[in-house]
């Protein structure tokens, strides 16, 4: 087996690579190197228990911002990605595509002089506690309407700050909405849809309990999430341990594979947990990093996710564990 020609870094692996790493990631390596730790806190929460907000507070280079989320690690997210904006604003070199997004601030040297004389602090919208495509649904059930569909109806722009349009439609009325996740646009959509069947609707379905409706989809949701999780860790008893090594090729399509193999080629003067991460984001894997005591000095564990059969390397330090995962992805890919 020979190796294939190589060259330097391509524009997707960089992709690749910047879309693996996390905004709370690339905030935290920045300041390391600027000898300092950005200081998140978890400041306040509401909501029902079965939808509750989260809101987090960053602070970093004397800058503090604030974002929320329907989970701690959403919000964490969040507000990693709105200090990143806000350091880029101010002047900080943030790598791509982090730097890129909007705060709704004024950019440049106006941005920098705001933050300075408001505290630097930057909220997010406060976020809307009810999922509308639940109670949409709900609605729809109780009273005998159709079932709510949605509809993809537009992708544009750039690859870090794509503009998604959905459609939910019931019956012959229809509502469109624009976000910038697709998740966003859908619950858009179907808020202002439901808020259009209430109002119309509003004699008929006065009766209508929105909390029983919540805490009967979740219900629902629950019961479905047990259904699938016990369908996706059920092994594959019909494995042969003379074809394990192809397994994983096997399941992924041939598109996929071979933008894995052009990660997996670009940049090989890179170190390996570079080229590792390019790699698996390419194919759709996240790495997940263990360290275990052991003689001789830490093992580090590395598991690529979600794989069937399980992706597991280990060496002495990362660079090794991530050596031995690319040595069999480049067997399995060529």
Known sequence: MTDATVGPPTEKFYFYLYRMKTAASVLQEMMVKMGEIPDYECISKSGPQHQMTFEYRCKALGFVVTAAARSKKEAKQEVAKLMLARLAAAGHPVPPPY????????QGPAAAAEAAEGGGVSAMRPLEARSHVALLSELCAEYRLAAPQYALLGDEGPPHLRHFTVGA????????????????????????????????????????????????AV???????????????RPNLGQKISEYHLAFPASKDESTLALGREALWSGTQLPA?????AAASALGLQP????????????????LLPAEPALVFAGRGRAAAAAAALRYLHTVLT
């Open 99 to 106: 730097g890129l997004f909007s705060t709704n601030k004024p």
């Open 169 to 216: 439609r019931v019956g012959d009325h229809e509502r469109r909405a624009t976000s910038t996740t697709k998740k966003a646009a859908r619950q858009l959509a179907a808020a202002q849809l439901y808020s259009y069947l209430r109002e119309n609707l509003a004699r008929v379905t006065r009766d209508f309990d929105e909390e029983d409706a919540l805490v009967r």
């Open 219 to 233: 219900g629902k949701a629950m019961d479905k999430y047990s259904e699938t999780r016990d369908i996706m860790n």
């Open 273 to 277: 947990e570079v080229r590792l991460a």
């Open 288 to 303: 997940e990093w263990v360290a275990l005591d052991a003689e001789g000095g830490a093992l580090a564990v590395l598991r």
